[in-house]
């Protein structure tokens, strides 16, 4: 008798494989690929039988083929490496790990395979199986890009030394197209060694690893869970004035400590930056003037980085900023590192993975003891800027299991740091690095 299902239709028996094809039943995508995260396990095949159901219901015809190419076929090396490669792109790069791992182990050592690996792991800040990789394969590498990537995911896996041994075999490149790379990598190198003066620079000095990565300083810890998986990160927080009001005090005290002298506040187009940059003003005692590209001396503020650029103005003005001028200083309050803005601030406040303004329509008691939503505060901006610069700067002190980071911590980093800053690259920093914090979106 013959099964009224297709083999492509029946029900995996993998138990995560399970739970994502019932998610997939009820037009659950985002909820498969949650599930299929946690299937590290289960044979390729019917991983991409998964897979391929999924991008079906997404649209995306290119993995759609590639998966249901490599359920046939397993054992080919361009199955494999097509779903990856199709994985990569379509922004699943977990998914793309064990069939590149596979095709690679099936190549003997593909360069091609180990470049998509490679990138597949970067994208997951997988920095130290990455560098195992290539390590793996060391014999072969090229200095371009293959050396170069291996001092980078090195660097970001918390490995300075083995970066440094590395980079000493690196010799300056050829190609003009990796003449930008090299530069930003020998940035990183030197950030290092000044952040080394300041900190143990290890698997738990986020203000550290935030400063090697982009240059930026990074005011404040969480105080919430930072023993429990957080390591200083914020995943969802409801901002306060006050801490409004602490993070631009720190701004001030970093300001001081590297000896910068702004003469003005610049101001970003979008409402949120709009507040707190009239704030800042206040606390700095310097004139508050519309954003101007061109402008010197100036410290440019945003609440939020991804909010700016979601302003009709906000992509030209993140462009702008990507190039800033000579004593421009870009500090930002609440920045996102599970989906970084594009361009890396010089200083931050802290950082989250998700964020309510302190005047946006956040969660409060409700009369009869629950919580419900409130109103946004719609103000003009210069009355709730008023409200930031009196309120009180008071830290929160958590759950008590934060390691204490007084403003003197701070500035000390800023003192032993201040011959690289303000030289940061620009660019959005992907990697968490070494210090790795629990996602929860």
């Given amino acids: 008798m013959f099964s009224r299902f297709s083999r492509s239709d029946r029900r ?33 095949a019917e991983v991409a039988r998964v897979v391929g159901r999924a991008a079906r219901a997404a649209g995306f015809d290119d993995l759609r083929t590639a998966a249901s190419t490599l359920a046939a076929h397993p054992d080919r090396p361009q199955a494999l490496y097509d779903y990856g490669y199709a994985c990569v792109e379509r922004g699943v790069p977990y998914l793309a790990v064990p069939a590149l791992r596979e095709a690679l182990r099936l190549t003997r050592g593909s ?29 072969g590498l090229a200095d371009w890009p293959d050396r170069y990537l291996l001092v980078h995911n090195a660097l970001l896996a918390g490995d300075v030394a083995q970066a440094r041994r590395q980079h000493a075999l690196l010799p300056a490149p050829d190609d003009d197209l990796w003449l930008g790379a090299h530069d930003r990598q020998n ?71 590297a000896g910068v002298r702004a003469r003005s506040v610049s101001l970003l187009p979008d409402r949120d930056s709009r507040i707190l940059g009239l704030a800042a003003a206040e606390l700095l005692g310097l004139p508050a003037e519309p954003f101007d590209a061109a402008r010197r001396h100036t410290v440019v503020v945003s609440y939020d980085l991804r909010a700016t650029a979601g302003h009709p103005r906000g992509p030209a003005v993140l462009e702008q900023l990507a190039h800033r001028a000579p004593g421009q200083v870009l ?38 003891g629950g919580v419900e939503e409130g109103e946004p505060d719609g103000r003009p901006e210069e009355e709730i800027a008023t409200d930031v610069a009196g309120a009180e700067p008071e830290p929160d002190e958590g759950d008590g299991a934060t390691p204490a980071d007084p403003v003197e911590r701070l500035t000390g980093f800023v003192s032993a ?25």
């Avoid at 360069?111 to 394969?137: C, I, N, P, Q």
């Avoid at 429990?228 to 306060?240: E, F, K």
């Fill in 417 to 441: 740091v201040r011959d690289t800053w303000l030289r940061g690259d620009r660019d959005a920093v992907r990697s968490s690095g070494p210090v790795r914090s629990s996602r929860f979106v």
């Fill in 111 to 139: 360069t091609a395979v180990l470049h998509e690996l490679v990138s597949a792991y970067e994208d997951e800040s997988r920095h130290r199986e990455a560098t195992d990789a290539l390590l793996a394969h060391e014999a």
């Fill in 187 to 257: 940035r990183m190198l030197a950030r290092a060694a000044d952040a080394e003066k300041a900190g143990p620079l290890d698997g738990t000095d986020l203000r550290g690893w935030q400063y090697v990565m982009g240059g930026t300083v990074l005011g404040t810890l969480s105080p919430y869970g930072f023993d429990a998986g957080m390591a200083g990160r914020y995943a969802w927080t409801q901002d306060t004035h006050g801490q409004c009001l602490l993070g631009l005090s720190r701004l001030r005290a970093v300001l001081d400590a």
């Fill in 331 to 368: 500090h930002e309050h609440a920045s996102c590192w599970t989906d970084p803005p594009p361009v890396a601030a010089d200083s931050v406040t802290f950082l989250h993975q998700s964020v309510v303004a302190p005047w946006a329509a956040g969660l409060r008691q409700s009369a009869d």
């Fill in 12 to 44: 995996p028996s993998h138990p995560d494989l399970a739970e994502a094809w019932e998610c997939l039943d009820s037009g659950d995508v985002p909820g498969a690929l949650r599930r299929l995260r946690q299937a590290g396990t289960a044979p390729l």
